[in-house]
């Protein structure tokens, strides 16, 4: 397997699919399949009590951020030969991840766009990378934060705007943007590390004459359709094969200017990583009119499905649909609900299910079973391969979808959702048939949206609405510890500096760091 030295030395070689040599975490998943899952096991279930605080780092030199207040981190920082890099919108670090002392500080001004978050860098050799709100796709030195160059991916003034971290793919660094204010279409591409230059773009919507044109009323429909491709992707190295999820349909809620299924919005797609041509794709929410983007994490994996080995994705989307298919063919293998799902009406021969018409937002309000903001949102899940369960911080309630634009071509926002009851609630989800194993009701109100991190020392990791960082048993969601740090902002993290494992959470404008104290590793 090839290692993050041999990756750094030579930068054409890839990341290694899954595991990324257990003592660091260089890309925005830790490893190309997503599953947010370490192989460490210096922190198990047997010494979980000894977990101490080793150091913190609180943001101290930026002040409230325009729109969203106090500075939240968002972002996994990247873990590579013991320096630590994070962001938040406009701002990068370099802090020792031995220590948390920071080393150096790159600030951006920015002339627009929303500042709602940042969640990381990619890397490549001795580069860094990462997407201002305003969207400049942006290169640093990784020794000292210092620019190397800019390049502009989307323009601000129409309601662009970018916070996803660059994933770095042999010799492409792969950008996507958001955005659905002003109905503008999306896409995704890939830039020369080298230089910043365009090597290829993929549009999130088809034109007229192109396949997928079929399911839009119209050219302008298509041209003006979103589909924004805001989160990270992952990638298989053997079959060459980005995976990414699309963002919802423009205009948001008011589908009916847009009949059709909305391709390639909303979707799960299977793209060359050298060509960015559409290999596959599947549609779990096909013509959107929720809101629910499907840019949730498409997770990798190998295993048995029925009997026989499978390369498999699974993905636990936005509209409460939780589905498993073949990542080399897209083939469906589960379509089921993780939450209420009386939005859709049954399931179509390619798997994908078909909405109901009479659950779409309406003047006097629609019910649905899904809450509004949907069934999970943009924090990773997590893949526990000794497990085989698949773990997702979801909400399970009621919502009430308006129409508030009813010209037969709105635009913009033509809706709302209304939040009715709503608890939040961490899943396992059994892969081979999309059925809770166990499930954790969390106390208090607020949104679960922490991200999850498990290890081979039988150990699941996330926050909780009350602002507490846990550990579970990952097969049986028992609580084994617990620390309060405010409500965890990012996906947990773990890497091994010095002989010792460490633990890494986002909470807030703090990074909080664990390690086993007292000199009780193995738990005796």
Not at 13 to 36: C, E, H, K
């Amino acid at each position: 397997m090839k290692t993050l030295l041999a990756f750094l030395i030579a930068p054409f070689m890839p990341i290694v699919l899954f595991g990324q040599g257990p003592a660091d975490w260089p890309t925005y998943n830790g490893d190309y399949s997503g599953r947010r899952f370490s192989s460490l096991t210096e922190i198990n279930s047997a010494n979980i009590g000894n977990l101490s605080l080793a150091w913190f780092y609180r943001i101290n030199n930026v002040g409230p951020q325009r729109g969203v207040g106090s500075p939240t981190i968002k972002s996994t920082p990247l873990m590579v030969h013991g320096v630590l890099y994070f962001t938040i919108p406009d701002h990068a670090w370099a802090i020792d991840a031995r220590t948390g002392e920071e080393i150096w500080h790159y600030s951006w001004q920015d002339t627009g766009g929303h500042l709602i978050g940042n969640r990381g860098l990619g890397m490549y050799g001795d580069w860094l990378y990462f997407m201002t709100p305003d969207c400049w796709f942006v290169s640093l030195h990784s020794k000292d934060g210092k620019e190397r160059w800019r390049k502009k991916i989307a323009d601000e003034k129409m309601q662009y705007f970018c916070t996803g971290a660059p994933l770095v793919v042999k010799n492409h660094v792969i950008v996507g943007m958001g955005g659905d204010a002003m109905d503008v279409p999306g896409y995704l591409e890939s830039r020369d590390p080298e230089t910043g230059e365009l090597q290829w773009r993929w549009n999130t919507t088809p034109r007229k004459g192109e396949p997928g044109a079929e399911t839009w009323p119209n050219p302008s429909a298509m041209e003006h359709g979103g589909g924004m491709p805001w989160l990270t992707g992952t990638y298989d190295p053997e079959l060459n094969l980005l995976y990414w999820g699309t963002g919802n349909p423009n205009p948001v809620y008011a589908g009916q200017g847009r009949k059709g299924a909305n391709l390639w919005t909303a979707s799960i797609v299977a793209l060359d990583a050298d060509t960015g041509k559409l290999v596959w794709y599947h549609q779990p929410s096909p013509h959107d009119t929720h809101d629910w983007d499907n840019v949730e994490t498409p997770v990798l994996f190998d295993g048995l499905f029925n009997g026989k080995p499978r390369k498999m994705l699974a993905q636990a989307a936005r509209n409460g649909i939780f589905s498993v298919l073949d990542r080399a063919t897209g083939e469906s293998l589960v379509t089921t609900g993780y939450v209420g799902v009386n939005w859709k009406k049954g399931v179509d021969a390619k798997g994908q299910p078909i909405p109901d018409p009479v659950k779409e937002p309406r003047v006097d309000g629609s019910l649905i079973n899904t809450p509004a903001g949907g069934g999970t949102n943009w924090p990773p899940p997590s893949f526990n391969p000794e497990t085989g369960l698949f773990y997702v911080n979801a909400r399970e309630g009621y919502s009430i979808g308006y129409l508030t634009d009813v010209d037969p071509q709105p635009q913009g926002y033509g809706g709302s959702g209304a939040s009715g009851f709503a608890e939040p609630v961490l899943m396992a989800l059994d892969y081979k048939t999309g059925a809770v194993a166990w499930r954790h009701k969390y106390q208090g109100a607020g949104n679960s949206f922490a991200g999850i991190l498990t290890t081979a020392g039988k150990l699941l990791f996330t926050g909780d609405p009350s602002g507490n960082v846990l550990a579970y048993d990952p097969a049986t969601g028992r609580i084994r510890w617990s620390f309060r740090t405010g409500p965890v902002s990012n996906g947990p993290s773990t890497y091994l500096l010095n002989g010792s494992q460490y633990l890494l959470v986002g909470a807030g404008d703090t990074l909080f760091a664990f390690r086993l104290v007292g000199g009780k590793k193995d738990g005796h």
